[in-house]
């Protein structure tokens, strides 16, 4: 009953997404880059689809820049844009709870960046069929790790869109929310206080890079970490719906 | 069908704008409510308040005999709303945001085959369903704005001023259709054009400063808040002595007549203020013919809506004489020889008959102004030298202009400086 209706907005926002041409340019921005690198590293390690594949969808800078760049790129204009434009009123006046109008618009995006990372599986399927089958189930795995991370990051962006009534202020927000959010623990960590300092432990806590996305990447499906990014997602989620709730009371 | 119960509203850091203050009032089922108010009355705040989308800061708020606070999903699905702005989704067909309502409000797929055509008849899409509504007009996205917010058959529908940015053709064809819509909705429509309103409402509900200003239809608060009703009559007398006094007790002696103001003479015209509880032009016309007096002017003045809510809302007194009147105003020049005798109750309508027969006057038309030049009077004789005086409203003696005075020189435009050459 409290999430009635976010079918049809994520429908919608679906929809909105895909009618648009930002869109197409992130999806054709990211299979050349994937592509590009799956490229390289497959002469580099000697024709091991599964690690060329790992390393191109999973590990390399550029992947972590795009998970970066793309979710608040995507996300920018679902709550402060409609806010503007009035459909936010028409949305919160109609019977759908504020969560399920958030629930829509999250996994809207969230679904629009699993199919922008979907090129990986692409390119696996393509080598399974010319007769050189990767790991699967590793591959998937680490495609479910790259969706739990863009899910969190898609609600921080969210969130960000959610705070400002301006799509490219809630953008540069959500770019530095994602920076600070993994860059933090590895710039701690060359601080040079020991593995052992306190503030060290605690950000290494929430190291998405090295500690919770890696497990993924490997192929090895870890519980804590599952539990690590759908417990933040929905976090920020009903962050970005108590925000949603404030702006009635602000209006 | 709305009960509103002591609803305010604040905003602003520790409530420092009280957008509503202490707002009651109930809408019963089948009324059709204009909510008129100036621009921050707090006519959007009261309406997305019933509509859910803002919580009032106390006081309460039923539809439908549902809380709008505690049973808000309940009363949305009662409720059809189409906010000022007209959100729509531009990237979508017509019939596409039609379907996305529908599937909001959970209809039923047959129900939504049902009533998408119904509505697109009922506000005039025709063919437009499976237009982009990017491409349409402001006047045509109105349109479909109302089908949506009329898709789900909601018991009460809200709109915030649904003709606000329409040409005056596009205005005349959403009034019609919410007239239409009167019939089987309750329906509450604000706007801040008094026009639209008095089109479409049988009742009106001021606002002014967070505060219901007047409540009721619009003859009521005509009738209650309006103040007096009057005849002007200006018409030349004859030089006997003490013509004006007499005349005043002869129209003092009407049926139906308050008072009579002598405002003085213009001219060889005198002026009087008859006021009284009705339109008693044809009344004074008779006596007029009988007594041979020759009318300049015969009008019937009464306040309209615009004035009363001018003077509410924008609390500066209202200004009857400079603002339009209702009726005819007739400006005859009638030699008395002409005039044949008559005599007759009021309203009898000797006084047309009589003005009719001259060939020099036509049926009165409500809203028509008809303005002639003094000289058109004979001068009776033996009166003082008569100014040449202009009216340039009959209704107003301060609107006079003496033509006999000397013009006034007209400014002479200054020359600009001249440049010194270098």
Redesign the interface.
């Known amino acids: 009953m409290l999430l009635s209706g976010s079918w049809t907005i994520y429908r919608r926002e679906l929809a909105g997404l895909f009618l648009g041409p930002l869109a197409y340019v992130l999806l054709g921005l990211a299979l050349f880059v994937n592509g590009q690198y799956f490229t390289v590293y497959l002469k580099e390690v000697s024709g091991e689809v599964t690690d060329a594949l790992t390393l191109s969808g999973g590990v390399s800078v550029v992947y972590w820049i795009l998970m970066v760049v793309l979710p608040p790129l995507v996300t920018m204009r679902m709550v402060s844009e409609e806010s503007r434009s009035g459909m936010l009123e028409l949305l919160l006046t109609s019977p759908v709870s504020d969560a399920a109008v958030v629930a829509g618009k999250l996994v809207a995006a969230v679904t629009f960046m699993a199919v922008l990372w979907s090129s990986n599986l692409f390119y696996g399927l393509l080598c399974h069929f010319l007769g050189t089958a990767p790991d699967w189930p590793a591959l998937l795995v680490m495609f479910a790790g790259s969706v739990l991370v863009s899910a969190l990051l898609c609600a921080i962006g969210l969130c960000c869109s959610a705070a400002t009534s301006t799509p490219i202020l809630a953008a540069f927000l959500g770019l530095v929310a994602n920076v600070v959010l993994l860059s933090v623990p590895y710039l701690a960590g060359q601080l040079g206080l020991g593995e052992r300092h306190w503030l060290v432990r605690t950000l290494s806590e929430v190291d998405l890079v090295s500690r919770h996305a890696a497990s993924f990447m490997r192929g090895v499906l870890d519980s804590r970490h599952l539990a690590f990014f759908l417990a933040w997602t929905v976090f920020f989620a009903f962050v970005t719906t108590r925000l949603i709730e404030s702006r009635r009371w602000k209006t | 069908m709305i009960h509103v119960e002591h609803l305010t509203r604040l905003?602003g850091p520790f409530g420092a704008v009280r957008a509503i203050d202490d707002l009651s009032f109930h809408i019963e089922r089948g009324e059709v409510v204009g909510f008129l108010g100036p621009n921050g009355a707090g006519k959007t705040t009261t309406l997305?308040i019933l509509?859910?989308?803002?919580?009032a800061s106390s006081g309460s708020a039923r539809v439908c005999g549902l809380d709008v606070l505690r049973d808000s999903?309940?009363v949305?699905?009662k409720?059809g709303?189409l906010?000022e702005?007209?959100?729509?989704?531009r990237?979508?067909r017509v019939d596409e945001m039609l379907r996305?309502?529908a599937?909001?409000?959970?209809m039923s797929r047959s129900d939504f085959r049902r009533r998408a055509p119904a509505v697109a008849e009922q506000v005039g899409l025709g063919d437009l369903t499976r237009a982009m509504i990017g491409t349409l007009s402001r006047g045509q996205r109105q349109r479909v704005g109302l089908a949506?917010a009329l898709l789900p058959e909601p018991e009460v529908l809200i709109l915030d001023e649904p003709t606000s940015g329409l040409d005056p053709i596009q205005r005349m064809e959403v009034r019609k259709l919410l007239v239409e819509l009167g019939s089987a909705h309750t329906v509450l429509v604000s706007s801040h054009i008094l026009p639209e309103i008095e089109a479409v409402a049988q009742r009106v509900i001021i606002l002014a400063k967070g505060k219901i200003a007047a409540d009721g239809t619009a003859d009521q608060l005509v009738s209650k808040l309006g103040g007096e009703r009057y005849v002007e009559v200006h018409a030349a007398l004859g030089p006997a002595e003490g013509a004006a006094s007499k005349a005043r007790e002869l129209l003092a002696k009407l049926p139906g007549v308050r008072s009579v103001q002598d405002q003085g003479r213009v001219g060889v015209h005198h002026q009087f203020r008859i006021v009284c509880s009705e339109d008693l032009r044809e009344d004074v016309g008779a006596l007029a013919a009988h007594k041979g007096w020759a009318l300049r002017e015969l009008s019937f003045r009464q306040p309209k809506l615009e004035q009363i809510f001018a003077k509410i809302a924008l609390e500066f007194e209202s200004q009857p004489t400079l603002a339009g009147g209702q009726g005819a105003e007739v400006h005859l020049a009638v030699p008395a020889a002409q005039v044949p005798q008559a005599a007759g109750a009021a309203g009898s309508g000797l006084t047309q008959l009589a003005l009719q027969g001259t060939g020099q006057a036509r049926p009165p038309a409500p809203e028509t102004r008809v303005v002639a030049n003094s000289a058109g009077a004979a001068p009776a004789p033996g009166s003082a030298p008569v100014r040449a005086v202009y009216n340039l409203n009959p209704f107003e003696q301060g609107a006079h202009r003496d033509l006999s005075a000397p013009k006034p020189a007209p400014a002479k435009p200054t020359p600009p400086p001249a440049k010194d050459s270098p």
């Open positions: 905003f997305r509509t859910g989308y803002l919580p999903m309940r949305r699905k409720i709303y906010p702005s007209v959100p729509l989704y990237d979508l996305f309502q599937r909001l409000h959970g949506v």
